[in-house]
């Protein structure tokens, strides 16, 4: 099937603004920290935000991080896609890595748990709230995309983690003095539109898959949905049209308290990450890195 070039940036343009638009995403001076890996999603959003900037009567400030979870022979070609964009774009980009903050990398701890997700998931969000807030930025920026958003819904369900809930949603407000809110730009977008803008606009992205991915629930819940929208179109639109009328709750419903520890807002101290690293410290003492 050949796709139109412009009508296809459009239609993508569109969508994407009017997420931004009708949830009140960006609000004028704010400063923007965008988690880029170097994957089509989080290049999308850098480039949409760009667009978004030059396009409407609205001045922000973008800013982007790089968060370099030190998997070899993966995540370098991933940084480098990250810079090419950054400076294309002349987007000011930090790399800062999980070496920097607890001395050891993904690759050194992959086997700790049973999924190498976990750690790197709540490690991943750790520093991404800690860095923006260091930088004094008002909103995080993250590239997921609709499906990314049925996937981590239904996952909710399958660990019965119903606390989970106000995550689904466009924005998450601040509830807590040192937490940086966190909006998503591509909500309503469907992955493979993702991939299509990337490809019809030449746009350099890092497209292999991490090697430690097959560890998660969540590429089981991809291939099982994607198994069901071959059969059955529309299917995800579907279930993200469902969630979005059925599930509303408010985020003020969620208290969050401070990390004994490192400060961090958590609904429980000491904070996940503190937990997991004193964890990972007391297997790994005695390990030769
Ligand atoms: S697939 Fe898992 S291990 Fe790999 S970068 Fe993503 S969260 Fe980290
Ligand atoms: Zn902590």
């Known amino acids: 099937m050949k796709i139109e070039k412009t009508s296809f940036n459009n239609y993508v343009e569109k969508n994407v603004f009017d997420t931004i638009g009708n949830y009140k995403l960006i609000k004028p001076k704010e400063k923007i920290m965008i988690g880029v890996s170097g994957g089509k999603d989080s290049i999308l959003t850098l480039h949409m935000l760009h667009n978004y900037r030059l396009k409407n009567d609205i001045e922000f400030d973008i800013e982007a991080v790089c968060i370099d979870e030190g998997i070899k022979g993966y995540r370098e070609k ?44 709540v490690y991943r969000r750790y520093l991404l709230n800690k860095i923006s807030n260091s930088h004094d930025c008002d909103k995080i920026a993250t590239g997921h995309n609709m499906d990314d958003e049925i996937q981590s819904f239904l996952m909710t369900f399958a660990r019965n983690d119903q606390n989970k809930f106000p995550k689904f949603s466009p924005i998450l407000e601040k509830i807590h003095e040192n937490m940086v809110p966190r909006i998503k730009p591509l909500w309503k977008l469907p992955e493979k539109d993702v991939g299509i803008w990337c490809v019809i ?3 350099p ?22 198994k069901i929208e071959e059969k059955k179109k529309k299917t995800k639109e579907n279930i993200f049209k469902s969630f979005e009328k059925t599930f509303q709750i408010k985020q003020e419903n969620v208290n969050l308290s401070s990390c004994e520890y490192c400060g961090q807002p958590t609904a429980k101290s000491p904070c996940k990450a503190c937990e997991i690293t004193e964890e990972i410290n007391n297997i790994i003492t005695g390990r030769q890195f």
């Not at 890595?97 to 086997?111: H, M, P, T, V």
């Not at 497209?207 to 099982?224: G, I």
């Open 201 to 203: 606009n030449d746009i």
């Open 78 to 121: 991933g940084i480098e896609t990250a810079k090419d964009n950054c400076k294309k774009l002349k987007i000011p980009l930090t790399v800062y890595s999980f070496k920097n903050e607890w001395n050891y990398d993904l690759d050194d701890i992959y086997d700790v748990y049973k999924s190498t997700c976990m750690p790197c998931g």
């Open 205 to 226: 992205i890092h497209n292999e898959e991490c090697p430690y991915s097959v560890t998660s629930l969540r590429s089981d819940v991809k291939l099982m949905l994607n």
